[in-house]
């Protein structure tokens, strides 16, 4: 039987994050779908039904029920933000 819920431990450099999008468009196209978003850590749950393509935004938010709002009406999917600012989407 296998898993429904995988980590991924990874670290990537900020100037560098379109290796972190790759990765995680590779997950999700092996079936795992990103629950979380993190600076060391990711959370994937098993869902090979569906694929996603993922993007990073830098962005420090006064308004996050905004910003969310402005992704959502073109048709993007919020995930979850860190702390230090990173918006997966």
């Not at 379109?18 to 869902?47: A, H, I, P, T, Y």
């Not at 990073?56 to 933000?81: C, H, P, T």
Request: charged letters at 25%.
């Amino acid at each position: 039987m296998s898993a429904t819920y995988k980590r991924s431990f990874r670290m990537y450099s900020a100037w560098n994050y379109m290796q972190e999008v790759e990765d995680l468009n590779k997950m999700s196209d092996e079936g795992w779908q990103l629950v979380r978003g993190g600076c060391f850590q990711s959370k994937f749950v098993k869902n090979p039904n569906i694929r996603y393509r993922y993007q990073l935004d830098y962005q420090k938010i006064d308004d996050m029920a905004r910003y969310i709002e402005i992704f959502r009406e073109q048709g993007w999917e919020y995930v979850n933000s860190t702390f230090n600012g990173w918006h997966y989407l």
